[in-house]
């Protein structure tokens, strides 16, 4: 199954929803154009990957992650993943990832602590 890749802004936070494989292929570079188009397109607050819905995963997809976390990093923008599979949680603790790459339990949740630390920076001194 191939990678979809759909994105969205919601309360100027950018969401992509990802389905499908997420493994080494020519797909996978629609993760990273999209990531790019929604990052640059937008002054985001925050970005979310909603991985739930992923089947599988490989190293390649987990490079593509990592990828898509420094073009929002280098944007001011915080990542979170929502909907990690125990799988997917296992891949990124073995390849010390999961700290890189925090997760929520939903968007709701990732929406929240986003607000939470977009607060904090806003109120601490420079």
């Not at 999209?34 to 987990?62: C, F, M, P, W, Y």
């Amino acid at each position: 199954m191939l990678l979809t890749v759909t994105k969205r802004v919601e309360d100027d936070i950018g969401i992509l929803e990802l389905s499908g494989a997420l493994t080494l292929g020519p797909s996978l570079v629609g993760l990273r154009n999209n990531a790019r188009q929604l990052i640059e397109g937008h002054k985001l607050h925050g970005l979310i990957v909603q991985v739930g819905a992923v089947t599988q995963i490989d190293s390649s997809g987990l490079g593509e992650l990592t990828v898509v976390y420094s073009f929002a990093t280098k944007r001011g923008c915080p990542l979170r993943l929502v909907n990690v599979k125990p799988e997917l949680r296992k891949m990124l603790e073995l390849t010390r990832l999961d700290g890189l790459l925090p997760s929520a339990g939903d968007i709701s949740a990732a929406k929240n602590e986003m607000r939470k630390n977009s607060a904090k920076r806003a109120s601490s001194p420079e």
